[in-house]
């Protein structure tokens, strides 16, 4: 399977944005770069993905590296509401097919 | 989207008894996942479910262990058999907003299990 790479944690202030990086040095051309939070008590919840181009939607803009090796999830205006872990999944034809395969990912801490 | 609901949300059981976990989603979907989390970890691929075939099951989980039913699209079971305090996790229920990679996946609220 595809691997990624994220931090452990990292600590934002409130309602400032938040920008979190992921590593996926092996993706394939095949492979979607998915992004999953997991609240504290509750199952995860989709956040966005892409393969080549950056997206934004309401929760969160997507901004992938030309070469796809790396992304970063941006949250524009972190609130206590969004301290999560952050999942970076790749699904693909290498990415363990259609499977989700959870790595660690990266907790998220918000401040006041 | 999907709405998933899980029951139940919690139990507390014995060591050597056996736990069912119902999940009903609102739409009829070709499958349906089970993860479980243990305690401090990530999600890790239990099963994936089909109406009309048996479950397939990844490496380390078998179906004397974990049976799965699947009796139509929006409804599946997942069995803890013969539990041991190790089977202390979270059980989710997932399903998928499309197919393929380029979709979105939605899941349950989770069972918390805690075997005694």
């Known amino acids: 399977d595809a691997k990624t790479t994220q931090p452990n944690s990292m600590e934002s202030n409130e309602e400032e944005p938040v920008h979190l990086p992921c590593n996926h040095s092996?993706?394939?051309?095949?492979?979607?770069i998915h992004w999953y939070r997991q609240l504290p008590s509750q199952g995860p919840e989709y956040v966005i993905h892409g393969l080549t181009s950056n997206v934004n939607n309401r929760m969160a803009s997507l901004a992938i590296a030309e070469d796809r090796k790396s992304s970063t999830l941006i949250l524009h205006r972190a609130t206590l509401r969004d301290a999560a872990v952050y999942y970076c999944i790749l699904r693909g034809l290498t990415g363990g097919g259609n499977k989700l395969t959870f790595g660690t990912g990266t907790q998220l801490k918000v401040e006041l | 989207s999907a709405v998933i609901s899980q029951k139940p949300s919690r139990d507390i059981c014995q060591r050597g008894t056996s736990l069912t976990i119902q999940c009903q989603v609102d739409?009829?979907?070709?499958?349906m996942f089970w993860y479980r989390q243990q305690p401090g970890q990530s999600l890790t691929l239990i099963a994936t479910?089909?109406?009309?075939?048996?479950?397939?099951?990844e490496s380390g989980f078998v179906i004397d262990k974990f049976p799965i039913s699947r009796p139509n699209l929006t409804f599946s079971t997942l069995t803890v058999s013969n539990m041991s305090p190790e089977d202390s996790s979270i059980y989710l229920c997932s399903v998928e907003g499309g197919q393929g990679a380029n979709t979105e996946a939605f899941f349950g609220q989770g069972t918390r299990l805690t075997v005694v």
């Open positions: 739409s009829q979907v070709t499958m």
């Open positions: 092996t993706i394939s051309g095949t492979d979607y």
């Open positions: 479910a089909n109406q009309g075939s048996e479950a397939t099951y």
